[in-house]
T-cell receptor
Framework: KAGVTQTPRYLIKTRGQQVTLSCSPI?????VSWYQQTPGQGLQFLFE???????NKGNFPGRFSGRQFSNSRSEMNVSTLELGDSALYLC?????????????FGQGTRLTVV | AQSVTQLDSQVPVFEEAPVELRCNYS??????LFWYVQYPNQGLQLLLK??????LVESINGFEAEFNKSQTSFHLRKPSVHISDTAEYFC????????FGTGTRLTVIP
């Protein structure tokens, strides 16, 4: 069974640009969550999608958005990039999400904003 | 509110020595607790989890953690570490989404 796939693995963007990151969950998983990992703030929850609907949202500005398609694949978009958006972005998938469900993580997309 | 505190940011230990990585949580509701491991340039891998039942949980590679409700702790232990255990370890609680601690970098010294 293939794991969670995130593309691209590495990305360099300029301040002010926008970026789209992609996540393909494990087959059969309907919940996809996104996390931002930085040395200063650690791992922070961005949002969760389940059955194409955003079910939960962290405390990030509106420049961060996402969506989920009918095949459960998810994309995350960051507009008007800032230097502080440089981070490792991790996607996690699970069967149904929720309290007891195990989350499986992808290898992440490392975004560098210059 | 939920939070997770990992008391040690870095833990160096000699190969074959025991190790304990500390994790304390605070929560106003029942918790489900997890330990994840992150190797360099990789995502997170689930090491073990406590959902209910026995307070001692074990992983396949020799790690174990004990849920202690009275001390609100979920410390991770291994009786004898290997070089390949060098990684960053994250404790997490969940209330739908995961809340992570700041991580403990375990370095195993040959």
């Amino acid at each position: 069974k293939a794991g969670v796939t995130q593309t691209p693995r590495y990305l360099i963007k300029t301040r002010g640009q926008q970026v789209t990151l992609s996540c393909s969950p494990i087959s059969g998983h309907r919940s996809v969550s996104w996390y931002q990992q930085t040395p200063g703030q650690g791992l922070q929850f961005l949002f969760e999608y389940f059955s194409e609907t955003q079910r939960n949202k962290g405390n990030f500005p509106g420049r961060f958005s996402g969506r989920q398609f009918s095949n459960s694949r998810s994309e995350m978009n960051v507009s008007t990039l800032e230097l502080g958006d440089s981070a490792l972005y991790l996607c996690a998938s699970s069967l149904e999400g929720g309290l007891r469900t195990e989350a499986f993580f992808g290898q992440g997309t490392r975004l560098t904003v210059v | 509110a939920q939070s997770v505190t990992q008391l040690d940011s870095q833990v160096p230990v000699f190969e074959e020595a025991p190790v304990e990585l500390r994790c304390n949580y605070s929560s106003s509701v029942s918790v489900y607790l997890f330990w994840y491991v992150q190797y360099p340039n990789q995502g997170l891998q689930l090491l073990l989890k406590y959902l209910s039942g026995s307070t001692l949980v074990e992983s396949i590679n020799g790690f174990e953690a004990e849920f202690n409700k009275s001390q609100t702790s979920f410390h991770l232990r291994k009786p004898s570490v290997h070089i390949s255990d060098t990684a960053e370890y994250f404790c997490a609680v969940t209330l739908g989404n995961l809340f992570f601690g700041t991580g403990t970098r375990l370095t195993v010294i040959p």
